[in-house]
């Protein structure tokens, strides 16, 4: 499968532990995307990667999150101390020089 | 808000009817793209229409675009069972050289055998 793939899946946390997701954009995909999607709503962007550069941060994205892409191919997203509020699918995509973004599956956090 | 809007938020229709779904937006768009979200899964990417684009189809979906109503429209002609699912237009803006992806709410469509 060439496709974008996120793991875990699933993550269940307790309020104040530390989560990591992780992803992997298709190979030939320079550019990766992290949103995250709450029931009943669409996607809202978090951050954007160019390589391994980090060119954008939505305001959505707090001090408690980081994320990273060190060799421009697979990136992670960590959540500290994870408050209730997290609890969301995370969704991670790639995108081609057509400008069309593949997303992956998606991780869904919840927190209790 | 530069959030796209899409109408009608649910769709209940018998198989074989067209369904349409319309997404407007408010700033100047670079394209605009709808995804498809079966419950709980990933978003696949159904179609990417240009700024002077007007019309595009792929398969049984034809999107409109009018940017100057700054709306645009899918439809799905002879509509299947497995056609129910949630449908997004999502606008792309170029940033700083970065192409940002704004989702409405969506769509549920719901095809009834």
């Known amino acids: 499968d060439t496709g974008v793939s996120q793991d875990p899946r699933h993550k269940i946390t307790k309020r104040g532990q530390n989560v990591t997701f992780r992803c992997d954009p298709i190979?030939?995909?320079?550019?990766l995307y992290w949103y995250r999607q709450t029931l009943g709503q669409g996607p809202e962007f978090l951050t954007y990667?160019?390589?391994?550069?980090?060119?954008?941060k939505s305001r959505l994205l707090s001090d408690r999150f980081s994320a990273e892409r060190p060799k421009g191919s697979f990136s992670t997203l960590e959540i500290q101390r994870t408050e209730q509020g997290d609890s969301a699918m995370y969704l991670c995509?790639?995108?081609?020089?057509?400008?069309?973004?593949?997303f992956g599956p998606g991780t869904r956090l919840t927190v209790l | 808000s530069q959030q796209g809007e899409e109408d009608p938020q649910a769709l209940s229709i018998q198989e074989g009817e067209n369904a349409t779904m319309n997404c407007s937006y408010k700033?100047?768009?670079?394209?605009l793209q709808w995804y498809r979200q079966n419950s709980g899964r990933g978003l696949v990417h159904l179609i990417l229409i240009r700024s002077n684009e007007r019309e595009k189809h792929s398969g049984r979906l034809r999107v409109t675009l009018d940017t100057s109503k700054k709306s645009s429209s899918l439809l799905i002609t002879a509509s299947r069972a497995a056609d129910t699912a949630s449908y997004f237009c999502a606008t792309a803006y170029i940033i700083q050289g970065a192409q940002k992806l704004v989702f409405g709410q969506g769509t549920r469509l719901t095809i009834n055998p």
């Open positions: 700033t100047s768009i670079n394209n």
């Open positions: 990667f160019q390589n391994e550069a980090q060119l954008e």
């Open positions: 190979s030939e995909h320079n550019r």
């Open positions: 995509a790639s995108r081609d020089r057509y400008n069309e973004q593949f």
